[in-house]
C-alpha cells in the first residue's frame, strides 16, 4: 500500500509539473501566431500512445513513455529533430520566421509557469497551513551512519555552522552541505564541542535521506482513548526511561526494542515528578504501546491572504536560491555532490507514506522550482540553451545556423541522457547498498 501511495503521488505531481511546464510554451505560440503542432504528456515513441485527440489544429495526447513530455513547435529545432519541415519553405505560421523576442518568450514561458506556480502554491500553503518550523535551539539530533562517522553523537545541540546560527531543525543538513561548512559546534552534555567538517563527505550529505532526525524524548501526551493500555496508570508528563530493564534514552532508541516484544506485556520504567515507577504495558501486534508523544516545541504564524502573498514570495525565492546552492555543489566534482542526483526513484522517497496534502503541496512547489531551474541551464536540448541562442542573436545580430542548431541538440540530447543514466545509475546503487 505504501508503494502505491509513493508512486500514485510520484504519477501525479511529475503529470502536473509537465503540463504545467509545456502549457507555458503552448500559451506563448499560440499568442504569437505560431502553430503548435503537438502536445504531449510523456513520449509518444515510435507514433504510439494511451490516447490522442485533436484540438484548433493541435494534436494532444498521452504517450506510453513516461519520462517528461513536450510541445512539438512548428518551424523549430527541438527534441523532434523534424529536418524535413526545416527544408521547406518558412511560413508565416512558423516559429522560425518570428521575431527574436517573441522566440524567446515562447522558450522562457515553461520555466515562467514553474515559477508562478510554485509561488502561486507557496501563497496557497501560507494562506491554509500557514509557516510552521521546528526550532533548532533546545533540541537535539539523533544521527544516522553517516553523521556518526563525521563525529556527530545523538543527544547534540547544534549551536553554529562556523559562524552561522542555525534556526530551522528542519534545515540543518541543507544548511550544511549549501555553506560549505567547514566547522559545526555542538553542545554535548555540558561541554562545547568543534566538529570539523570533510568537505569531501558533502556529497553524501546531500544524498543521505535523515542525517539529523529530531532526538524525541519519551514523554508521554496521552494515551489512546481505546487503545491496549488505556486503563494503565500512565499520565500526562511520564518519561519512560527502560522497557524490561533496557534505556530507551529517545523514541527512537524504543523501535527496534518494542519490535521484540510484540503481543506482550513488559515492564515499564516510569520518571514521574522525583520518582521512578515499574508499571506494566502491553505492547500490540505492530510494537507500539499506544501513546501520544510531547513533542518539541513548533514555531507557526499565521496568514490571511494578503500576508501569504508576500510570504509565498520569500519562500518561492529561498527555495530558488537553495537549489542554486545545490548546482553550485555539483558544478564542483571534489564535493562528490554529482552522487545524490536521483532520477524519480529518488523523488518517490521523498513523498511521505500516506497522503499528506501539506507535504505533497511543498514537494510540488519545490520540484516545480528544480523543474524551472534545471530547464533554465544553458544546455542544448534545455529551454535554457534555445534561450541562450537567442539572447546572442538580439545581441549580436546574427542568427545561429541550421546545422549549428542541428548540431547543438545533438550535443544537448547526448548530455540530457548523460544525466539520466547518471540519476538511474546512483538511485541502483543506493537501492543495492
Excluded at 505504501?2 to 500514485?8: A, C, E, Q, R
Excluded at 505560421?93 to 515553461?110: C, D, I, N, S
Excluded at 553523521?147 to 543538513?173: C, H, K, S, W
Amino acid at each position: 500500500m505504501v508503494i502505491f501511495i509513493k508512486t500514485l503521488q510520484v504519477i501525479l505531481a511529475l503529470s502536473v509539473l509537465i503540463i504545467i511546464h509545456e502549457f507555458g510554451h503552448f500559451l506563448w505560440a499560440r499568442a504569437f501566431g505560431i502553430r503548435v503542432e503537438k502536445f504531449y504528456l510523456f513520449f509518444d515513441l515510435g507514433g504510439k500512445a494511451l490516447a490522442r485527440w485533436h484540438w484548433g489544429g493541435t494534436e494532444f495526447g498521452i504517450g506510453w513513455l513516461p519520462f517528461g513530455g513536450y510541445c512539438k513547435i512548428a518551424g523549430m529545432i527541438d527534441e523532434s529533430l523534424d529536418l524535413e519541415q526545416m527544408k521547406q519553405e518558412p511560413q508565416p505560421w512558423e516559429f522560425r520566421t518570428k521575431p527574436a523576442w517573441q522566440r524567446l518568450l515562447v522558450m522562457a514561458g515553461g520555466v515562467i509557469n514553474n515559477f508562478i506556480f510554485a509561488i502561486l502554491t507557496y501563497i496557497a500553503i501560507m494562506a491554509i497551513w500557514g509557516e510552521s518550523y521546528i526550532e533548532n535551539r533546545g533540541n537535539q539530533i539523533y544521527v544516522d551512519e553517516l553523521a556518526y562517522e563525521m563525529g556527530f553523537r545523538t543527544g547534540d545541540e547544534i549551536l553554529r555552522f562556523d559562524d552561522y546560527v542555525p534556526e530551522n531543525f528542519g534545515m540543518l543538513q541543507a544548511d550544511l552541505a549549501r555553506r560549505g561548512v567547514h566547522k559545526a559546534t555542538v553542545l554535548r552534555g555540558t561541554d562545547t564541542l568543534d566538529i570539523y567538517i570533510d568537505q569531501a563527505r558533502i556529497g553524501d550529505v546531500l544524498s543521505d535521506p535523515m542525517m539529523f532526525d529530531l532526538a524525541v524524548p519519551f514523554v508521554i501526551d496521552s494515551v489512546m482513548a481505546n487503545g491496549l493500555n488505556a486503563q494503565a496508570d500512565l499520565l500526562r508528563g511520564d518519561r519512560i526511561v527502560a522497557f524490561d530493564g533496557r534505556s530507551v534514552r529517545y523514541v527512537q532508541d524504543s523501535r527496534a526494542l518494542l519490535a521484540e516484544y510484540r503481543s506482550q506485556e513488559i515492564d515499564a520504567s516510569v520518571v514521574r515528578g522525583a520518582d521512578t515507577l515499574g508499571l506494566p504495558v502491553r505492547v500490540d501486534s505492530t510494537g507500539r504501546i499506544g501513546v501520544y508523544m510531547q513533542m518539541p516545541g513548533v514555531k507557526t504564524r499565521h496568514y490571511n491572504l494578503l500576508e501569504a502573498i508576500p510570504a509565498g514570495w520569500r519562500e518561492a525565492g529561498a527555495s530558488i536560491g537553495g537549489y542554486l546552492d545545490d548546482l553550485r555543489l555539483l558544478a564542483r566534482p571534489s564535493t562528490g555532490a554529482y552522487k545524490s542526483v536521483g532520477s524519480f526513484i529518488a523523488i518517490g522517497q521523498v513523498f511521505p507514506d500516506t497522503w499528506d496534502w501539506f507535504r505533497f503541496l511543498n514537494i510540488l512547489a519545490l520540484l516545480s522550482i528544480m523543474l524551472g531551474v534545471m530547464n533554465l541551464l544553458p544546455i542544448p536540448g534545455l529551454d535554457g540553451g534555445h534561450i541562450l541562442f537567442t539572447l546572442y542573436e538580439i545581441v549580436s545580430g546574427r542568427k545561429p545556423g541550421q546545422k549549428f542548431l542541428v548540431v547543438a541538440q545533438l550535443i544537448g540530447m547526448v548530455l540530457i541522457f548523460a544525466l539520466m543514466f547518471l540519476a538511474f545509475g546512483n538511485d541502483i546503487a543506493r537501492l543495492i547498498h
